[in-house]
């Protein structure tokens, strides 16, 4: 029996997280050290002095290697939460962003008088932006679309765990190919990072998500002209998209959806001011 507890051993791989200058070390050794040992937030409070076993410090320490090889905290445990929901991630999945966020408050507030709308989640990946909203609209239904077979069979499974199959179907297809609309929302976290950039991404980023959720292709807005060109023709009259944004792309974006004859009604900032999410609507007859 080991003699290390849960809060001594976060605290020491906090020191050391940090000495090697990981950008959120004690955030990442506190939830590397309740994945490892199945302790909540509540219970790394309450119990500080509970002791580790040997096969948790076993664990801890693989974890701590793989983290300090640049594998990102979501991707060691497997999973990662979104909207205060627990995600399963995979290899095949891009790992939910905060940002996005963002996307689902957006399309919340586009919903506030629609109590049972058809929502439609294109690349939808762990399933994060759809199961959010199904979660916050218990008469909403969904479909969650991806060229991934094995990130839909993600998806599928944690709309399972977040009891939300009954109300989420899973689509494999080219974005809007195939479906039946119409839907009243359309949301979008598509891969917007130009070809040449993805070179100089965070090594958490560069080497653990999927490129097929990154690549947006020479200038970046690949997924959007797609986008642009498909949503029109399964949104409803009344209905709206709402679509990530990369850094800076916000007016080409704007300018590709005015093209398709959408009306872009704004661009919502995320928590660092950067415009996250465009809210686009059909133009009114
Ligand atoms: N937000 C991700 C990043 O900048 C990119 C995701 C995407 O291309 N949709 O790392």
Same mark, same amino acid.
């Given at each position: 029996m080991t003699l290390a507890t849960r809060d001594h051993a976060m605290r020491m791989l906090g020191v050391r997280l940090?000495?090697?200058?990981? #950008?959120?070390?004690?955030?990442?050794?506190?939830?590397?050290?309740? @994945?490892? !040992?199945g302790a909540s937030d509540i219970e790394m409070l309450r119990e500080p002095g509970t002791r580790m076993s040997d096969a948790e410090e076993a664990h801890l320490a693989e974890c701590? &290697?793989?983290?300090? #090889?640049?594998?990102?905290?979501? &991707?060691?445990?497997?999973r990662r939460e979104f909207w205060g929901l627990s995600f399963?991630?995979? *290899?095949?999945?891009?790992? +939910? &962003?905060p940002d996005s966020? !963002?996307?689902?408050?957006?399309a919340l507030e586009l919903l506030r008088d629609h109590p049972s709308p058809r929502i439609l989640d294109l690349g939808t990946g762990t399933?994060?932006?759809?199961?959010?909203?199904?979660?916050e609209l218990p008469q909403a239904q969904g479909t969650g679309v991806d060229v991934s *077979?094995?990130?839909?069979?993600?998806?599928?499974?944690?709309?399972?765990?977040?009891?939300?199959?009954?109300?989420?179907? =899973?689509?494999l297809g080219n974005w809007t190919e195939g479906l039946d609309g119409p839907f009243d929302l359309v949301?979008?976290? +598509?891969?917007?990072?130009?070809?040449? $950039?993805? @070179?100089?991404?965070? &090594?958490?980023?560069?080497?653990? $998500?999927?490129?097929?959720?990154?690549? @947006? @292709?020479? $200038? /970046?807005?690949a997924a959007y002209r797609a986008l642009a060109l498909s949503i029109p023709g399964i949104l409803t009259q009344s209905g709206h998209a709402v679509i990530e944004l990369g850094m800076g792309q916000a007016?080409?974006?704007?300018?590709? =959806?005015?093209?398709?004859?959408?009306?872009?009604?704004?661009?919502?900032? $995320?928590?660092? /001011?950067? *415009?996250?999410a465009l809210v686009a609507g059909r133009p009114r007859r």
């Open positions: 940090r000495a090697a200058g990981l #950008a959120s070390p004690e955030l990442d050794a506190r939830l590397l050290v309740m @994945g490892v !040992t701590e &290697r793989r983290r300090l #090889a640049g594998e990102p905290v979501s &991707r060691i445990l497997g399963a991630v995979t *290899p095949a999945t891009l790992d +939910p &962003r966020e !963002t996307l689902v408050e957006a399933g994060c932006l759809l199961l959010a909203l199904l979660h *077979p094995e990130a839909l069979s993600v998806a599928a499974s944690n709309a399972a765990q977040l009891g939300l199959s009954a109300r989420a179907e =899973f689509h949301i979008s976290n +598509p891969p917007y990072i130009r070809h040449g $950039d993805l @070179g100089t991404l965070e &090594r958490e980023v560069r080497e653990h $998500d999927p490129m097929l959720a990154l690549d @947006g @292709g020479e $200038d /970046g807005l007016d080409e974006v704007r300018s590709l =959806f005015e093209s398709a004859e959408m009306c872009v009604l704004r661009a919502v900032p $995320d928590l660092a /001011g950067v *415009p996250r």
